[in-house]
């Protein structure tokens, strides 16, 4: 059975009940929940992954490389620091895609980059949970995407 990954970063747990007017009032879990639903609807295997730690996000990017017909990702404040999920994420042949809630062109500077943004597939930002529900309807089609750096 085909397999998608879903991994979220540091603070997406505390969907919901964190900044509500930025991210909105679904909770990671209800989020978590539909998108399960949609991989069983479609036959496709959903693992779903948060951690608010970076090396703990590190080890499952490796352990599912090789194993999963796509990544979606949203690395939360780890998108705008960390060359090392960056490193990670280059052992992913199969297409990722970077989700973010909100909008971070229209936030913070030190929002406006992303390490991953130029070796990911595609990017769904600005959209709330609808960018995750795309992001897998996208992958399940099986949309013939490269990463950047399959390019
Ligand atoms: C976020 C945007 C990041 O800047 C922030 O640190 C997050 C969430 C988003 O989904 O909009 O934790 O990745």
């Given at each position: 059975?085909?397999?998608?990954?879903?991994?979220?970063?540091?603070?997406?747990?505390?969907?919901?009940?964190?900044?509500?007017?930025?991210?909105?009032?679904?909770?990671?879990?209800?989020?978590?929940?539909?998108?399960?639903?949609?991989?069983?609807?479609?036959?496709?295997?959903?693992?779903?992954?948060?951690?608010?730690?970076?090396?703990?996000?590190?080890?499952?990017?490796?352990?599912?490389?090789?194993?999963?017909?796509?990544?979606?990702?949203?690395?939360?404040?780890?998108?705008?620091?960390?060359?090392?999920?960056?490193?990670?994420?280059?052992?992913?042949?199969?297409?990722?895609?970077?989700?973010?809630?909100?909008?971070?062109?229209?936030?913070?500077?030190?929002?406006?980059?992303?390490?991953?943004?130029?070796?990911?597939?595609?990017?769904?930002?600005?959209?709330?949970?609808?960018?995750?529900?795309?992001?897998?309807?996208?992958l399940i089609a099986g949309i013939s995407v490269k990463n950047g750096h399959n390019e």
């Amino acid at each position: 059975m085909k397999k998608i990954v879903i991994i979220n970063g540091p603070n997406l747990n505390m969907l919901g009940k964190r900044e509500p007017n930025i991210y909105g009032n679904a909770t990671l879990e209800q989020i978590n929940a539909e998108l399960c639903a949609i991989g069983k609807e479609k036959k496709v295997s959903v693992e779903t992954f948060q951690s608010n730690h970076e090396g703990a996000i590190i080890d499952k990017i490796q352990e599912v490389s090789g194993k999963c017909a796509g990544l979606i990702i949203n690395p939360g404040a780890f998108t705008h620091t960390s060359i090392a999920i960056r490193d990670a994420l280059l052992l992913i042949e199969a297409p990722v895609i970077e989700v973010h809630l909100s909008n971070t062109y229209k936030r913070e500077a030190f929002r406006h980059k992303s390490t991953i943004s130029d070796i990911a597939a595609g990017k769904i930002i600005g959209f709330g949970a609808s960018g995750y529900f795309f992001a897998l309807k996208t992958l399940i089609a099986g949309i013939s995407v490269k990463n950047g750096h399959n390019e």
